[in-house]
C-alpha cells in the first residue's frame, strides 16, 4: 500500500463501520490504505440494541457487526483500545494513544467518528458508613452505581447489579430513559423513572400522549415521579443505597441510570481550530467547512457531526447516510470512483433524499419507536399545531385529527398540510396533502400504517377513522415490495424478499445480505414473517 491513499477513522462505531464497509472494496483492491481507530475494546456493535444487553434478553456478542480480524484479513489496520489525543491539520497528523504507547500517524484524509457522550447531571456525594453519616456531603467522583447507558461496558455493569433484584432509579424522562426504565421493571427489578417535566417523553408526544404513556408505564410497573431531579447520591460504606431528589424524597437505589442527553465528542476537532457549533460543522459531504490549511482532508460522521450546523440528530439511519455521503465524497476527492450526483442545492443527491434537507419539506420524516417489549409508541414529525387555532380558509393551514381511549391505553394524533404546490394552484384533493407529523400509544397497527406513510413522504386515508377501525382488524398491515421495512438502513420489503427467496434462511443472513435489522431490531418480526413465507413457497408438497 506504499504511496496509495491514506484514509483513517477515529471511532469504531456503528456509523464508522458503515463507513468502512463503504470503502472496503478499495482496500481489498489495493487502491486505498485505510485505519481505524477505536476506543473500545471490541469492533463496532449495535449500540442501539444495549437495552436487551442491559437486561440480559441477549449476549453482548449478538451485537457484533464487525469482526477485527476479518478486517485485518481484508487490508484494514484496526486499532482498538485506542484513542486519538491530538490533531494536526496543516501537517495531517494524528496523534494516537494505544497499548504500545503514543504515535503519530500522517494521512491524506481523515474521518473524525467519535460520536457523543453522555451527560452526567450535577450531583452531590453523601457518604454514610454502617447507615451514619461520616463524612459532610460532597462533589466527589460518582460510585460504581451511578451510570449512563452509551456503550458495552456500560450495559455489562448494569447487568451485573440488576442480577441482585435490588430498587433502580431512572433519571430522565426522554425516549431513552422510558426505554430504559421499562426494561428493567419488564425483568421484574423495582424501578423508578424519575423526569423534570410534566410528563415523560412529553417533548415528542405532548401533554396529552405524554399522560397516557405515564399511566401505561405505571401498569407496566414503573413508579413515575414528574418534575423530579437528583440532588444527592447516598453511599454506605462504598455502595450506592439511596438517591435524595429535588422534592426532598430519599429513594432506595442501588444503581442509578442516568438518562439525562448527550453531547457531541468534538473537543479534538475544536482543540485543532476547526469549526465547532454543538458538533463539528460539515457541509453535505461530511467534509468540515473550515478554511485554514488541511480543513478540507477532515470530515465527520454520526453524533459528532452538526451537518449545515444543525444539531446531531441521534439517529442511526441519518449516521448511516452521513457515511455514505463521505464515501461517496472521499472516493471523488481520491480518485477512486465516479463522480458524485448533486441536486439543484448542491448536496449529494442520494444523502439527501435519505437524510432529508432539515425541514418539512423533506421527502420522508425520522420516525421514533420505543423500543419496549410491553408499550407500543411511535411518533414522527411535528405534531404541536393547535386545532383549534388554526383558520379554516387558510389554505395553508394544517389539519389535526385527535382521538384517544384512555381506559384501554390507546392515543391518536395525526396532523397534515398541504405541499406547497397544492397551495399555489388552490387544490384541496387529499393527494394535494402531506404527512406533517404522528403520534401513536396503545395502537400498533395504526403506528406501522403512519410511520410506512411517514417514510414515503405521503398521507394515511383522507378518512383517519378507517385507521381505527383497521386497528382491530386481523389482517396486519402488509408491506408491499417498495415499502420500507427497515427505517434504520432504508431497505425495502422488496430487498428482503429477493434475499429470502435466494441465499437467506435466518435474520441474521438476511442482516448481512441486505443490512435490514441490523439498527433497532424492531423489524426482525417482519423479517421472520418473510423469511416463513419464503420457506412455505419452497417447502416440498
Not at 437495552?51 to 487490508?75: C, F, M, Y
Not at 468540515?288 to 454520526?302: F, I, M, P, Q
Not at 425541514?359 to 423500543?371: A, H, I, N, R, Y
Amino acid at each position: 500500500m506504499e504511496g496509495k491513499p491514506h484514509v483513517v477513522i477515529i471511532g469504531f462505531g456503528p456509523v464508522a463501520s458503515r463507513l468502512v464497509e463503504e470503502l472496503l472494496p478499495d482496500v481489498t483492491a489495493g487502491a486505498l490504505r485505510l485505519t481505524i481507530a477505536g476506543s473500545e475494546s471490541r469492533a463496532a456493535y449495535q449500540r442501539i440494541r444495549l437495552g436487551d444487553v442491559s437486561v440480559g434478553r441477549i449476549a453482548p456478542e449478538e451485537l457484533s457487526t464487525d469482526n477485527e480480524e476479518d478486517l485485518r484479513a481484508q487490508g484494514v489496520d484496526v486499532l482498538l483500545n485506542t484513542t486519538a489525543t491530538g490533531l494536526d491539520p496543516a501537517a495531517r497528523i494524528v496523534t494516537l494513544n494505544g497499548p504500545g504507547g503514543e504515535r503519530k500517524l500522517t494521512y491524506t484524509k481523515i474521518v473524525l467518528a467519535t460520536g457523543a457522550e453522555p451527560i452526567m447531571p450535577a450531583m452531590s456525594v453523601e457518604s454514610r458508613h454502617s447507615g451514619n453519616v461520616d463524612a459532610e456531603v460532597t462533589h466527589s467522583r460518582y460510585p460504581d452505581g451511578v451510570t449512563a447507558l452509551r456503550d458495552m461496558t456500560d450495559a455489562l455493569h448494569i447487568r451485573s447489579r440488576l442480577k441482585y433484584g435490588r430498587p433502580v432509579v431512572v433519571l430522565g424522562g426522554g425516549v431513552l430513559g422510558v426505554e430504559a426504565a421499562l426494561a428493567v421493571a419488564e425483568v421484574g427489578v423495582p424501578v423508578t423513572l424519575l423526569h423534570r417535566g410534566e410528563v415523560p417523553m412529553g417533548r415528542q408526544l405532548g401533554t396529552d400522549a405524554g399522560m397516557l404513556l405515564r399511566r401505561e408505564l405505571m401498569l407496566a410497573g414503573v413508579d413515575v415521579r414528574a418534575g423530579s431531579d437528583v440532588t444527592t447520591v447516598v453511599v454506605d460504606d462504598g455502595e450506592l443505597t439511596a438517591v435524595r431528589t429535588s422534592r426532598d424524597e430519599i429513594l432506595p437505589a442501588s444503581l442509578l441510570i442516568t438518562c439525562t442527553g448527550v453531547k457531541p465528542r468534538d473537543e479534538l476537532a475544536a482543540a485543532a481550530g476547526l469549526p465547532v457549533k454543538r458538533g463539528i460543522v460539515t457541509g453535505w459531504d461530511a467534509r468540515s467547512t473550515g478554511t485554514a490549511e488541511g480543513h478540507a482532508d477532515v470530515y465527520a460522521v454520526g453524533d459528532c457531526a452538526a451537518v449545515d450546523g444543525r444539531d446531531p440528530s441521534g439517529l442511526i439511519g441519518a449516521g448511516w447516510a452521513q457515511a455514505e455521503a463521505a464515501a461517496a465524497a472521499l472516493r471523488q476527492q481520491l480518485n477512486l470512483g465516479v463522480a458524485i450526483e448533486l441536486d439543484a442545492s448542491g448536496a449529494p443527491v442520494e444523502f439527501d433524499a435519505a437524510y432529508g434537507d432539515g425541514t418539512q419539506d423533506s421527502v420522508g420524516l425520522e420516525v421514533f419507536l420505543l423500543k419496549s417489549k410491553t408499550l407500543n409508541v411511535a411518533c414522527a414529525g411535528e405534531t404541536s399545531h393547535d386545532p383549534w387555532g388554526s383558520d379554516l380558509w387558510d389554505p395553508a393551514a394544517p389539519t389535526v385529527s385527535n382521538w384517544s381511549d384512555t381506559k384501554r391505553g390507546q392515543y391518536l394524533r395525526i396532523v397534515t398540510g398541504p405541499n406547497p404546490s397544492a397551495v399555489e394552484s388552490c387544490a384541496d384533493a387529499p393527494t394535494g396533502e402531506r404527512l406533517l407529523g404522528f403520534v401513536s400509544v396503545g395502537l400498533p397497527r395504526a403506528a406501522a400504517e403512519l410511520a410506512m406513510h411517514a417514510t414515503r413522504g405521503t398521507i394515511p386515508v383522507a378518512d383517519r377513522t378507517a385507521l381505527l377501525a383497521a386497528e382491530h382488524a386481523t389482517r396486519e398491515v402488509e408491506l408491499g415490495p417498495d415499502d420500507v421495512l427497515c427505517r434504520c438502513a432504508g431497505i425495502t420489503a422488496g430487498t428482503v424478499m429477493e434475499a429470502a427467496s435466494t441465499c437467506c434462511r435466518t435474520v441474521k443472513e438476511i442482516s448481512a445480505e441486505t443490512r435490514a435489522g441490523t439498527g433497532c431490531g424492531t423489524c426482525h418480526k417482519n423479517i421472520e414473517k418473510i423469511l416463513a413465507a419464503a420457506a412455505s413457497m419452497t417447502a416440498p408438497v
